[in-house]
């Protein structure tokens, strides 16, 4: 069990060297934004794990494309992955992640307000971190890189690897 925290490291390296050549590259935004969510459900742990993780996007389909054929497949700790486009308030619960687009950013309050204390990840765009946003995609220097609110994840009862948090740009 020793050589397992070694493999968590080399893999997140590999992950951030593939993310950073990947942006000078062919990856579109929402590719890596798919690559990155990916990576948060397999290094964040939610204390009530169902029989699926359903990853939703809050009235943006477009994303879904990129979502889907980044993730077709996946699984995540042995559960399939289950993407669905999220128009209701009530369907947020269901989820483990729900992403928010920045041009949906003017739902947030109440999705916060809806997600509460559950274990929902919320993934926003624009920076949102501190509006309610457990993480928010930002570029810098034309990389794509996310914020990660450690108290937002706590709130949540969610708890992100080492490896993610070194990762992240901590709030």
Not at 27 to 37: H, N
Not at 51 to 71: K, N, P, R, Y
Request: aromatic content about 8%.
């Amino acid at each position: 069990m020793t050589v397992r925290p070694y493999m968590l490291i080399i893999g997140f390296v590999s992950f951030s060297c593939w993310t950073g050549e990947a942006t000078a590259q062919t990856s579109s935004y929402g590719e890596l934004q798919a690559a990155y969510m990916y990576n948060f459900a397999k290094y964040i742990t939610w204390p009530d794990e169902g029989q699926q993780f359903i990853i939703g996007v809050f009235h943006d389909a477009e994303i879904m494309g990129e979502l889907e054929s980044t993730l077709s497949g996946k699984k995540v700790r042995g559960k399939a992955i289950v993407l669905k486009v999220v128009t209701t308030i009530e369907e947020l619960a269901a989820c483990s992640i729900v992403y928010l687009s920045g041009s949906n950013s003017g739902s947030l309050g109440l999705i916060v307000s809806s997600i509460g204390e559950k274990n929902v990840l919320l993934v926003t765009e624009d920076d949102l971190i501190r509006k309610g946003a457990a993480i928010s995609f930002v570029v810098e220097d034309d990389k794509l890189r996310f914020k990660l609110k450690k108290k937002s994840l706590e709130k949540s009862r969610l708890v992100a690897s080492d490896g993610l948090l070194k990762l992240a740009i901590l709030q």
